[in-house]
């Protein structure tokens, strides 16, 4: 991992006075914490976990994210179903999909629905927080 990219990290949240809010939902403990780990490398993150899709929209409807990470797989409510409410409730926030075993069928569907990018598990720590740099500064 290049520090250049924690650097512009910081960078960004300083000049806009807070961290970035993350809302990473995903229904294994053991990716949330990966991801949130991955995150708290830099102060420039705030994070929060949801388990499933019920929470996910639960959180979000109820305070404001710069971005979500959103499993596809899940029980209960698939990602696309929960892809869509979300995007009801906060239309502007970017949706990052990351995956381990979903269809091209699935993340095409993704893709039209809403979601800005797609990650395949297993995440490098470099690409995720290359991906988080790249969609945070669209």
């Known amino acids: 991992m290049t520090l250049v990219n ?5 960078q ?4 806009r006075g807070e961290p970035f809010k993350v809302l990473i939902v995903d229904d294994e403990k053991w990716v ?20 499933d899709g019920n ?3 639960e959180k979000a409807s109820k305070k404001s994210y710069d971005l979500i990470t959103l499993d ?8 696309l179903d929960v892809l869509v409410e979300l995007k009801k409730i906060t239309p502007k926030v970017p949706i990052m999909i990351i ?11 993704a893709g039209v629905l809403g979601a800005c990018r797609v990650m ?16 945070l500064t669209r």
Request: proline share 3%.
């Open 72 to 79: 596809l797989i899940m029980p209960e409510l698939s990602g």
């Open 32 to 51: 949330q914490e990966v991801f949130k780990d991955f995150c708290e490398l830099t102060d420039a993150f705030s994070v929060e976990l949801a388990n």
């Open 12 to 15: 960004l949240a300083q000049d």
């Open 99 to 109: 995956t381990g075993n979903a269809t091209d069928k699935l993340i095409n569907e």
């Open 6 to 10: 924690f650097d512009k990290l910081n």
């Open 55 to 57: 929470e996910a929209i």
């Open 120 to 135: 395949y598990k297993p995440i490098m720590l470099e690409s995720f927080i290359s991906e988080l740099t790249s969609t």
